[in-house]
């Protein structure tokens, strides 16, 4: 439990509106505004007076510029003005209409049924082209998402593939029984990886810790964030068990073990 | 035109430009365009850039609603985030030595004669119960996005006073607005 006055006057809210944090500290902030009620409040009625004092300095901008900004923009209803499904049937039947003279001096009869069948294809397929081309946008965010999702998948399979790895779940203790936190550990190249499978968000100027037990002995493996991403810790020559405790921002010497929230024995 | 009643609230808004509506847009661009362009005019102090600007940051926000979350905060931060940045990185390429920002707030204020609108004078009121300094330390940081360290420099006082009488600027602030 954090002492959320304390928080509130510390005057990190306001430096999270100017910008003026760390990553980690900003994460702290949305992770803490969803726990607590109280810093949700404050920091949205102080984002509300930065909002008042811009609207106390309104400036009109030109007529013209939201024509302008409009014009580059893509909404649902251009598109769907084009879209294929919205030409109705009747549109073909009144250019076989317009088109029947000509092809009548041919005497070609059979073609018009091509002529209209073509230039319905040619409506379509312009309408799907700027159809698609307006998804295109959409795809390719969501493409770019799917690239990081696979890279992290990738690493995972790499990971699972090393035969030396070793995959050691770390379970929560009675502090914390729902948490779990997964170490991978090669012993022949002595990496250590970490992912946060579920940890709750440390308190302000708190930070996770990595451990390795050596003969009983802990040994230092490196702070950690709390986030869904594989994260490099230090180098484990050896160790019997890993262990995680909740120490002050950048680390402890040695842990505190009364702030131990989840641990692992390496299967031998 | 002034505050107007919403018409939406934040959620559905957003929800409505997530789905690409035009009327959305519209609205959002009636209700927020004023204030992100004071905003920008006090920071970049060209009325041609922060045209320019503008545009950028309402292309912006169309593009990336998807990752405003509603959860986070008000939308209007959002949006000021974003323009902040679009400034600071007009500004960082633009004109590496800026910038005496004493006299934006001057030259924007000869020009806000011009522009400003009725209604925005009770707002007017209410800021200008604050100190000068306090007013150039909000601009500076929450608007111009100058860190801690840049506005000390810029304004040769200590750090730690910046730190200080920032924050406490906005507080002062949101006890005026009685928010």
Known sequence: ?268 | MGLKLPKYDEGELVEMLRQQDRKAFSYLYDNYSDALYGVVLKVVRSEETAQDLLQEIFVKIWKNIAQYDVGKGRLFTWMLNIARNTSIDYLRVNRPEIQDIESAVYWVEEHQEIYNELDAKELREVVSQLKPEQQTLIEMVYWGGYTHEETAQRLEMPLGTVKTRVRSALRDLRKYFGT
């Open chain 1, 1 to 268: 439990m954090i002492d959320i006055k304390a928080y509130i006057e510390s005057g990190i809210l306001e430096d999270y509106l100017s910008g003026n944090v760390t990553d980690q500290e900003r994460r702290e902030v949305d992770c803490l505004s969803k726990i607590y009620p109280e810093i949700k409040t404050e920091l949205n009625q102080l984002s509300e007076a930065v909002e008042r004092y811009a609207f106390a300095h309104r400036v009109a901008p030109p007529a013209g510029l939201k024509d302008k900004i409009m014009a580059q923009l893509e909404f649902a209803d251009d598109v769907k003005e084009v879209s294929v499904n919205d030409f109705p049937a009747n549109k073909a039947t009144e250019e076989e209409a317009d088109e029947t003279p000509v092809y009548k001096l041919d005497s070609r009869q059979p073609s018009f049924q091509w002529g209209w069948v073509a230039a319905a294809s040619i409506a379509a397929l312009i309408g799907s082209a700027v159809y698609f081309n307006a998804r295109l946008d959409t795809l390719n965010t969501s493409l770019a998402q799917q690239n990081v999702e696979l890279s992290q998948k990738n690493e995972l399979i790499a990971n699972l593939n090393n035969a030396d790895n070793q995959f050691v779940t770390l379970k929560g203790v009675d502090k914390s029984p729902n948490s779990a936190v997964r170490v991978v550990w090669n012993p022949k190249t002595q990496e250590v990886q970490l992912n946060v499978l579920s940890l709750p968000a440390p308190a302000a100027g708190k930070q996770y810790q990595l451990w390795g037990l050596v003969g009983g002995k802990p040994v230092d493996l490196g702070v950690f964030d709390v986030n869904g991403v594989m994260q490099k810790m230090k180098n484990a020559p050896q160790a019997e068990a890993f262990a995680v405790t909740l120490e002050k921002s950048g680390g402890s010497p040695t842990p505190t073990l009364s702030e131990m929230y989840v641990m692992g024995k390496v299967s031998s």
